[in-house]
């Protein structure tokens, strides 16, 4: 879980220099943030936008080019990272162009009032270092998928064809090259389809129950039916073989992280909890079913949406940390039948005590049971201290840590995550090792293509690891 603190600390800069922290709470968490919206236009409304775009709808307005590109490489891919700030949202913006220069080019054959809006899109991208308010600006190297109303895009020039095409949302990749000359930066867009979000929900409800009740529970915190749909069907993009390697998860509804800095501009959207006994719950707070319009997937795919990615996030901490859990959970049984083995030792102490061979027999078998739940007991101890998480993770008993990262362990996933260079998918996921496996892991079940372009070596770990 991110502090406010931490997010401050948390720009590319400062990430560059700093390397994954070590010592780690009880608790693994996916933050976002929480933008207040202009009141006087949105981002796509507002006289100044409309006007300039009347005045300058060419393929050269604003200074930059708007050409068609067959866009980044899949070499090009391996450098990038992927933006996932659940709470992304296009109206918090203003809606002015602020004359950047910067080279910009799409794919494919799109209108001009399309590429125009795109353009605007790419401007405040890099001129709002808000764009992903607490992991810093819009760097290089960086590809973000947003949702946009096709309405929008709708000019009294486009064909009966294009009207219909851009109807309903549409998603589109933002994709930020490497700075060219003078560090100008360069913006790629290509369109990824008609967003799907909505229509995937569609007479799902009940299929995507069965799924998670099979696996799962709700506590009582749990009132609103539509949010709970949404977490059903959140779950349901998890392949069943997947689902059953962390079963009994207990989801909770709560309003907020206790540990947020300031409850009035909470961070926090869920977390994965794990107690001694290996019990493991996932708390989902409101700032989680806030609107975004980041998008993750393609249209062969299907896309998905900041809740779902966010579930799936934390799902992926149950699934690194399910050695242990299960571990936790064996030598917390064992210790439990010791524990009563030797108070039964203990309270039959004083028949034990009396002479004579009558209770011999029956005193021996109880000193017996208990010494040997007692060695059972130490030996459980001894191999949970030696298991190890996929990201490297190990068991402490100290005070209310519980996990600690070991700097020398050795994993699958560590060993595939060092041959793609050892870099963080995405810019959260430089918090830690343990945040950036739950975030290449929701980019391989909701955004597998792109996903492995970025990392090959990690894809083929997890589709070993977790097939679909």
Same mark, same amino acid.
């Given at each position: 879980?991110?502090?406010?603190?931490?997010?401050?600390?948390?720009?590319?800069?400062?990430?560059?220099?700093?390397?994954?922290?070590?010592?780690?709470?009880?608790?693994?968490?996916?933050?976002?943030?929480?933008?207040?919206?202009?009141?006087?236009?949105?981002?796509?409304?507002?006289?100044?936008?409309?006007?300039?775009?009347?005045?300058?709808?060419?393929?050269?307005?604003?200074?930059?080019?708007?050409?068609?590109?067959?866009?980044?490489?899949?070499?090009?891919?391996?450098?990038?990272?992927?933006?996932?700030?659940?709470?992304?949202?296009?109206?918090?913006?203003?809606?002015?162009?602020?004359?950047?220069?910067?080279?910009?080019?799409?794919?494919?054959?799109?209108?001009?009032?399309?590429?125009?809006?795109?353009?605007?899109?790419?401007?405040?991208?890099?001129?709002?270092?808000?764009?992903?308010?607490?992991?810093?600006?819009?760097?290089?190297?960086?590809?973000?998928?947003?949702?946009?109303?096709?309405?929008?895009?709708?000019?009294?020039?486009?064909?009966?064809?294009?009207?219909?095409?851009?109807?309903?949302?549409?998603?589109?990749?933002?994709?930020?090259?490497?700075?060219?000359?003078?560090?100008?930066?360069?913006?790629?867009?290509?369109?990824?389809?008609?967003?799907?979000?909505?229509?995937?929900?569609?007479?799902?409800?009940?299929?995507?129950?069965?799924?998670?009740?099979?696996?799962?529970?709700?506590?009582?915190? /749990?009132?609103? &039916?539509? *949010?709970? @749909?949404? !977490?059903?069907?959140? =779950?349901?993009?998890? +392949?069943?073989?997947?689902?059953?390697?962390?079963?009994?998860?207990?989801?909770?509804?709560?309003?907020?992280?206790?540990?947020?800095?300031?409850?009035?501009?909470?961070?926090?959207?869920?977390?994965?909890?794990?107690?001694?006994?290996?019990?493991?719950?996932?708390?989902?707070?409101?700032?989680?079913?806030?609107?975004?319009?980041?998008?993750?997937?393609?249209?062969?795919?299907?896309?998905?949406?900041?809740?779902?990615?966010?579930?799936?996030?934390?799902?992926?901490?149950?699934?690194?940390?399910?050695?242990?859990?299960?571990?936790?959970?064996?030598?917390?049984?064992?210790?439990?039948? /010791?524990?009563? &083995?030797? *108070?039964? @030792?203990? !309270?039959?102490?004083? =028949?034990?005590?009396? +002479?004579?061979?009558?209770?011999?027999?029956?005193?021996?078998?109880?000193?017996?049971?208990?010494?040997?739940?007692?060695?059972?007991?130490?030996?459980?101890?001894?191999?949970?201290?030696?298991?190890?998480?996929?990201?490297?993770?190990?068991?402490?008993?100290?005070?209310?840590?519980?996990?600690?990262?070991?700097?020398?362990?050795?994993?699958?996933?560590?060993?595939?995550?060092?041959?793609?260079?050892?870099?963080?998918?995405?810019?959260?996921?430089?918090?830690?090792?343990?945040?950036?496996?739950?975030?290449?892991?929701?980019?391989?079940?909701?955004?597998?293509?792109?996903?492995?372009?970025?990392?090959?070596?990690?894809?083929?770990?997890? !589709?070993?690891?977790?097939?679909?």
């Amino acid at each position: 879980m991110l502090t406010q603190k931490e997010k401050k600390s948390l720009n590319p800069s400062s990430l560059q220099a700093n390397g994954f922290p070590n010592p780690r709470s009880l608790s693994g968490g996916i933050s976002g943030t929480k933008f207040q919206p202009i009141s006087s236009s949105d981002f796509f409304g507002g006289k100044s936008n409309r006007q300039s775009l009347q005045q300058g709808e060419d393929e050269s307005s604003g200074g930059t080019s708007l050409a068609k590109s067959t866009g980044p490489s899949d070499t090009d891919y391996q450098s990038m990272q992927v933006g996932t700030d659940g709470t992304f949202n296009l109206n918090s913006w203003d809606s002015a162009q602020h004359g950047l220069d910067f080279g910009f080019t799409t794919e494919g054959n799109m209108p001009v009032a399309v590429k125009n809006k795109l353009k605007l899109v790419a401007d405040n991208l890099l001129y709002q270092n808000r764009t992903v308010k607490n992991l810093g600006s819009f760097p290089e190297n960086f590809t973000l998928s947003l949702s946009i109303n096709g309405s929008e895009f709708t000019r009294p020039k486009m064909s009966a064809d294009e009207k219909k095409r851009y109807s309903g949302d549409t998603v589109f990749e933002f994709v930020r090259l490497k700075n060219g000359p003078k560090r100008k930066a360069n913006i790629f867009v290509r369109e990824l389809g008609a967003d799907t979000v909505k229509a995937q929900m569609a007479g799902t409800g009940a299929h995507d129950k069965k799924i998670f009740d099979h696996y799962f529970t709700t506590d009582a915190t /749990w009132g609103n &039916a539509s *949010e709970l @749909e949404m !977490l059903y069907h959140a =779950i349901a993009k998890i +392949p069943a073989s997947i689902l059953a390697k962390v079963p009994s998860l207990v989801f909770k509804r709560k309003k907020m992280d206790d540990g947020e800095a300031d409850p009035k501009q909470p961070h926090v959207m869920a977390k994965h909890t794990m107690k001694h006994s290996g019990e493991s719950s996932i708390e989902v707070y409101d700032l989680a079913f806030e609107k975004s319009h980041i998008r993750f997937g393609d249209d062969q795919q299907g896309f998905s949406d900041n809740l779902t990615q966010t579930i799936v996030h934390e799902i992926g901490h149950a699934l690194d940390s399910r050695v242990i859990r299960k571990g936790l959970s064996d030598s917390d049984n064992v210790s439990n039948d /010791w524990q009563q &083995a030797y *108070e039964k @030792e203990k !309270l039959n102490e004083p =028949i034990c005590a009396e +002479p004579g061979p009558y209770f011999e027999s029956y005193c021996q078998d109880i000193k017996s049971k208990s010494s040997d739940l007692f060695s059972k007991h130490l030996q459980f101890k001894t191999a949970l201290y030696q298991l190890r998480s996929e990201s490297g993770e190990a068991y402490v008993a100290s005070g209310n840590s519980l996990l600690y990262n070991d700097p020398k362990a050795k994993t699958g996933y560590l060993s595939a995550l060092d041959k793609d260079q050892a870099k963080a998918g995405t810019l959260y996921g430089r918090k830690s090792r343990q945040e950036n496996f739950a975030e290449l892991f929701s980019l391989y079940i909701l955004d597998t293509k792109r996903f492995s372009k970025m990392y090959p070596n990690v894809y083929a770990y997890f !589709l070993k690891s977790f097939p679909k």
